[in-house]
Structure formats: structure tokens, C-alpha cells
């Protein structure tokens, strides 16, 4: 007798609906899964034989086939064990056939019959609403997961037992919530950092329109603090964001044990010793997120910046550049999101005093020219602004004069973003992020101001990519006082904010 019902094969972040098929026939008592699974899935016989024994369910004695199609489709992971387990029941007439045809079924079976949270319930949720199935069978730890999307009905299970029983009609499943509240922010707020009102203005205009910031200064000048206040001040992620923010950890098996949607906008600060894989994505099997993904929609911070490897920094181009990262691997191309804001801080020598008054630098020209080529031209190129962040004075320090909070710049950010909002029509594109096409459309450069920034070119030798970049941030500036026009003030404060950091540390 053949059983049929459904699960998804991961591709990236997406989901990729994949019929299970199974047959139970007359012949020597075997098991075999074909449709190109890989190991995990290969094991999954030794899994589902237990599950079954230990759910008071016998093992059929008769030749078993489990096809996965479509069969060109590399099958990865665990989550077959569920459904496989439910076709072979089905196929042995211990199921209605008919009930389980329809239904996407994923999930991990323990060897008690218990049944395992695994990885990418949200693309397997996003793939059943498109292709308007019954419904999706999923470990009731993923549960909330699935249920922030509307639409599908979601069957937690928390053993193979309760998935038997549902589709015998014997058991009435509890109703899943999707909805929690948001977590409170856990960053530093801008009021307590003393000073530096370039670097928080550079934060302000970088928040509202997703610019890459590099951040340069002597140590103790408040580098690292002053991107990790960032996050106070982002606006909040819209529900498209979150949408694909949560996919993303969920493929990387990074989302909490009943965790719903993420509510907050990714801060991700890897270590200088991170691996290519770490940063990019990869790793053996299915090709998992790197950090540049796990970032998308928020920021990723490298603190200490020429301090990690030369290969790893330059990897960053492409996603800088095109918002996605694609990995390679023998099994085909897989591609993930990667749209985020790029904050990093550095010394501007070895010794880090370079440019500091009080201080001598110690290092020699040599030493601080090796410094400095850590980072590329073109890399450096596709960082909108550098700030110098200069050393705090004593009555800086010692002052008690209150800072402006970040609930006030958040309010500034949250307006300017609204302008880009209406703008492009979406709430995922930034100034940053738009298509050159659209920026220019919508750009609206005042006359003085294209004088200025034919004279900066002339002047500094800008590139192609340099001038667009100064554009975008010169349009974030506009958003920001809420003008309509970008004018010579506006490009005059971006060429300075773009050429600031650079100037400072060759003065010196």
C-alpha cells in the first residue's frame, strides 16, 4: 500500500515543499530511503524503528521504500523522521491514508517516541501558506514559530503518540499563540556617553539610513561604546524584517525553545579570530548562515577591526555591495539575505595614539603603513563615513551635565525612516539599500549642491561608488532635518563625515 504526505527540504532560507512517499509491499523485510537523502536522513530508519516500539507500534515485517521527491533535490537534516514515520504507518493501514495526505509533516523522532525541535519551521510554515496546504505538523517546542503565520493551521505534537492520534481523530490539539511581547532593550542608552558629538551624530544619521561607520581612536576614547549604544536608538523592526530575521536563526538552529518572531534588530559582534565559514556562512551538510546573515536588518560590529584576517575583511565587499551572500557547494549555490549595517572600530596605529595630543605615538612609519593596509581601498571604499573619536579631557569626564537619551534620537530616527518608508514603498529599503535607479529618482540634488560635490570630486579624487555613497548619506542627512532638497550643506557634511577619519590620521 502506498502513504503519501509532505515535508520541506531547507535551500538556504527557504523551504522547498517535498512529497514523502512511501510503500509497503510484499517481499524480503527491507528498508531503504531514496530521492537523494543524505546521512541524517539516511539514519533515519534506526530513529523511526525505536519511536515506533516505544509508541506500542510494531515495525511492519514487509519491504519498506521511503521516496523523497523530487528526487534531483538534496535532502538534508532530521526533520523526515515524523514524516516518514506517519507514511509507514499510513502505508500499513494503521492511518487513514487520506488523513495525513496534505499536511506538511517536519520533526525529530527520539529513540522514546518523543518528538525533537529541529531547525527552519518558519521556512517549512511560509512554504505550507503558499502552497495553501491542511496544515503543518511540527515539535510543539517550534510551534510558536509556525503560528506567526497567518493563515495555516499549526499541530504541535510532543510525541509520535499525540501526531498518531491527531489523525485518527482521537486527539484535539491545543491552540498555539504566536504572539509575545517585546523584550526590553538591553544597550547602553546614548545619555551615558560622555561627549563625542561627531560619533553620535555620525550613530544618528547611520541609524536612519543603514550606513556602514567605521569608528578611529586612540583606546579608552569610547569606540566600543558608542556602537553598542547603537542598538538604542535603531527604529523598530517592521514584521517583513522580522519575518525573514526570525527564518534566518531558525535555519541556524539559533532561535529559543518556543520562541515566536525575533522583536528586536540583530547586534552581532563576532570575535577578530572568526573563520571565513563563521562570518560568510557554511559549514559540512546544508550551508548554514554566517554572521554577515545573522545580522541582516541590524548591525554587525567588528570591534578591533585590523585585527582580523586580511581574507575574512575582504569577504565583505560582495555583501556590502549587494545585500546577499552566496555560498557555493557541491550540491549547488545557496544564497542568504545579508542587508546590514556595517560598524567598525579601530586604532589608528599599533600603538593606538596616533592622533592623540597627549600621548606620543611610538610606532614608525612602516609600522603604522602596515597598520593601515589591513584595510583595502576598496574595502574602506564602501564604508559611507569614518569619524575620529577623540580622547575624553577631564572636564568632559567630570561632567554632570545631562546627554541627550537615545529615546530622543530614536524619535528623530523612527521620523526620518518614515520618510524612506513612502519614499520607496517598503519598509525593508533604506537610503542605503535602495537601487542606485531609485536613490536617483527621488534624490531631489539642489543645484549648490552639485557644484559641491563636482568641486569635492575634482578635489579628493572620489570614485564612482564614493560619490553615490556620499549622495545616499547627504539624502539620509535631508531625511533626518526633514527637507525635501539635498542641498550644498547637506553634501558638505557628508564629504566630511566620509573623509574625516582618513584626514585625521594623516595629519598627524
Same mark, same amino acid.
Given at each position: *500500500?502506498? &502513504?503519501?504526505?509532505?515535508?520541506?527540504?531547507?535551500?538556504? &532560507?527557504?523551504?522547498?515543499?517535498?512529497?514523502?512517499?512511501?510503500?509497503?509491499?510484499?517481499?524480503?523485510?527491507?528498508?531503504?530511503?531514496?530521492?537523494?537523502?543524505?546521512?541524517?536522513? *539516511?539514519?533515519?530508519?534506526?530513529?523511526?524503528?525505536?519511536?515506533?516500539?516505544?509508541?506500542?507500534?510494531?515495525?511492519?515485517?514487509?519491504?519498506?521504500?521511503?521516496?523523497?521527491?523530487?528526487?534531483?533535490?538534496?535532502?538534508?537534516?532530521?526533520?523526515?523522521?515524523?514524516?516518514?514515520?506517519?507514511?509507514?504507518?499510513?502505508?500499513?493501514?494503521?492511518?487513514?491514508?487520506?488523513?495525513? =495526505?496534505?499536511?506538511?509533516?517536519?520533526?525529530?523522532?527520539?529513540?522514546?517516541?518523543?518528538?525533537?525541535?529541529?531547525?527552519?519551521?518558519?521556512?517549512?510554515?511560509?512554504?505550507?501558506?503558499?502552497?495553501?496546504?491542511?496544515?503543518?505538523?511540527?515539535?510543539?517546542?517550534?510551534?510558536?514559530?509556525?503560528?506567526?503565520?497567518?493563515?495555516?493551521?499549526?499541530?504541535?505534537?510532543?510525541?509520535?503518540?499525540?501526531?498518531?492520534?491527531?489523525?485518527?481523530?482521537?486527539?484535539?490539539?491545543?491552540?498555539?499563540?504566536?504572539?509575545?511581547?517585546?523584550?526590553?532593550?538591553?544597550?547602553?542608552? *546614548?545619555?551615558?556617553?560622555?561627549?563625542?558629538?561627531?560619533?553620535?551624530?555620525?550613530?544618528?544619521?547611520?541609524?536612519?539610513?543603514?550606513?556602514?561607520?567605521?569608528?578611529?581612536?586612540?583606546?579608552?576614547?569610547?569606540?566600543?561604546?558608542?556602537?553598542?549604544?547603537?542598538?538604542?536608538?535603531?527604529?523598530?523592526?517592521?514584521?517583513?524584517?522580522?519575518?525573514?530575521?526570525?527564518?534566518?536563526?531558525?535555519?541556524?538552529?539559533?532561535?529559543?525553545?518556543?520562541?515566536?518572531?525575533?522583536?528586536?534588530?540583530?547586534?552581532?559582534?563576532?570575535?577578530?579570530?572568526?573563520?571565513?565559514?563563521?562570518? *560568510?556562512?557554511?559549514?559540512?551538510?546544508?550551508?548554514?548562515?554566517?554572521?554577515?546573515?545573522?545580522?541582516?536588518?541590524?548591525?554587525?560590529?567588528? =570591534?578591533?577591526?585590523?585585527?582580523?584576517?586580511?581574507?575574512?575583511?575582504?569577504?565583505?565587499?560582495?555583501?556590502?555591495?549587494?545585500?546577499?551572500?552566496?555560498?557555493?557547494?557541491?550540491?549547488?549555490?545557496?544564497?542568504?539575505?545579508?542587508?546590514?549595517?556595517?560598524?567598525?572600530?579601530?586604532?589608528?596605529?599599533?600603538?593606538?595614539? &596616533?592622533?592623540?595630543?597627549?600621548?606620543?605615538?611610538?610606532?614608525?612609519?612602516?609600522?603604522?603603513?602596515?597598520?593601515?593596509?589591513?584595510?583595502?581601498?576598496?574595502?574602506?571604499?564602501?564604508?559611507?563615513?569614518?569619524?575620529?573619536?577623540?580622547?575624553?579631557?577631564?572636564?568632559?569626564?567630570?561632567?554632570?551635565?545631562?546627554?541627550?537619551?537615545?529615546?530622543?534620537?530614536?524619535?528623530?530616527?523612527?521620523?526620518?525612516?518614515?520618510?524612506?518608508?513612502?519614499?520607496?514603498?517598503?519598509?525593508?529599503?533604506?537610503?542605503?539599500?535602495?537601487?542606485?535607479?531609485?536613490?536617483?529618482?527621488?534624490?531631489?540634488?539642489?543645484?549648490?549642491?552639485?557644484?559641491?560635490?563636482?568641486?569635492?570630486?575634482?578635489?579628493?579624487?572620489?570614485?564612482?561608488?564614493?560619490?553615490?555613497?556620499?549622495?545616499?548619506?547627504?539624502?539620509?542627512?535631508?531625511?533626518?532635518?526633514?527637507?525635501?532638497?539635498?542641498?550644498?550643506?547637506?553634501?558638505?557634511?557628508?564629504?566630511?563625515?566620509?573623509?574625516?577619519?582618513?584626514?585625521?590620521?594623516?595629519?598627524?
Amino acid at each position: *500500500m502506498l &502513504a503519501k504526505t509532505e515535508s520541506v527540504a531547507l535551500i538556504g &532560507a527557504d523551504g522547498c515543499l517535498v512529497q514523502v512517499e512511501v510503500h509497503v509491499g510484499t517481499g524480503l523485510p527491507t528498508f531503504r530511503i531514496v530521492g537523494l537523502p543524505t546521512k541524517p536522513v *539516511m539514519e533515519a530508519e534506526q530513529r523511526t524503528r525505536a519511536a515506533l516500539a516505544s509508541s506500542k507500534e510494531r515495525w511492519p515485517p514487509s519491504r519498506i521504500t521511503a521516496n523523497l521527491a523530487p528526487g534531483g533535490l538534496r535532502k538534508d537534516g532530521t526533520h523526515f523522521d515524523l514524516a516518514i514515520a506517519l507514511g509507514i504507518l499510513a502505508a500499513d493501514g494503521r492511518i487513514p491514508a487520506d488523513a495525513i =495526505d496534505g499536511w506538511v509533516v517536519v520533526g525529530e523522532l527520539a529513540l522514546d517516541g518523543l518528538v525533537r525541535p529541529v531547525r527552519g519551521v518558519l521556512a517549512a510554515a511560509i512554504a505550507c501558506s503558499g502552497s495553501k496546504r491542511s496544515g503543518i505538523v511540527c515539535p510543539a517546542s517550534n510551534a510558536p514559530e509556525a503560528a506567526a503565520i497567518e493563515g495555516i493551521r499549526v499541530v504541535p505534537v510532543s510525541s509520535l503518540r499525540d501526531a498518531i492520534d491527531f489523525f485518527k481523530g482521537k486527539w484535539i490539539p491545543p491552540t498555539v499563540l504566536s504572539a509575545e511581547p517585546p523584550r526590553p532593550a538591553t544597550s547602553p542608552c *546614548m545619555s551615558e556617553v560622555k561627549g563625542q558629538a561627531d560619533a553620535k551624530w555620525a550613530l544618528e544619521i547611520a541609524a536612519a539610513g543603514s550606513h556602514n561607520l567605521l569608528l578611529t581612536g586612540p583606546p579608552g576614547s569610547g569606540k566600543t561604546m558608542l556602537a553598542r549604544s547603537l542598538p538604542s536608538i535603531l527604529p523598530p523592526i517592521s514584521f517583513e524584517e522580522s519575518l525573514e530575521v526570525t527564518r534566518l536563526y531558525s535555519v541556524a538552529g539559533l532561535l529559543p525553545d518556543r520562541a515566536s518572531l525575533i522583536y528586536e534588530r540583530p547586534f552581532r559582534s563576532p570575535h577578530q579570530h572568526v573563520s571565513l565559514a563563521g562570518l *560568510m556562512g557554511g559549514g559540512s551538510g546544508l550551508a548554514r548562515p554566517g554572521e554577515v546573515s545573522l545580522a541582516n536588518h541590524g548591525v554587525l560590529f567588528l =570591534d578591533e577591526i585590523s585585527l582580523f584576517r586580511h581574507d575574512v575583511l575582504e569577504s565583505l565587499r560582495a555583501p556590502l555591495e549587494e545585500g546577499v551572500v552566496r555560498l557555493a557547494r557541491s550540491g549547488g549555490v545557496v544564497t542568504y539575505p545579508a542587508r546590514f549595517a556595517l560598524v567598525a572600530a579601530s586604532n589608528p596605529c599599533p600603538c593606538g595614539y &596616533a592622533g592623540d595630543e597627549r600621548i606620543a605615538c611610538r610606532c614608525s612609519l612602516r609600522q603604522i603603513a602596515a597598520h593601515d593596509s589591513k584595510l583595502s581601498g576598496p574595502l574602506l571604499d564602501r564604508i559611507d563615513m569614518q569619524v575620529f573619536v577623540d580622547p575624553l579631557g577631564k572636564d568632559e569626564l567630570l561632567s554632570r551635565d545631562p546627554s541627550e537619551t537615545s529615546e530622543s534620537i530614536r524619535t528623530r530616527v523612527e521620523k526620518a525612516r518614515a520618510i524612506q518608508t513612502e519614499r520607496y514603498g517598503s519598509t525593508t529599503l533604506t537610503n542605503a539599500t535602495v537601487e542606485k535607479r531609485d536613490l536617483d529618482s527621488s534624490l531631489n540634488l539642489s543645484a549648490d549642491g552639485r557644484a559641491c560635490l563636482g568641486n569635492a570630486i575634482q578635489d579628493t579624487l572620489l570614485s564612482g561608488r564614493g560619490v553615490t555613497r556620499v549622495l545616499r548619506v547627504a539624502r539620509t542627512i535631508a531625511d533626518l532635518e526633514g527637507a525635501q532638497d539635498v542641498t550644498s550643506e547637506h553634501i558638505g557634511q557628508a564629504l566630511g563625515l566620509r573623509l574625516q577619519g582618513g584626514e585625521r590620521c594623516l595629519d598627524q
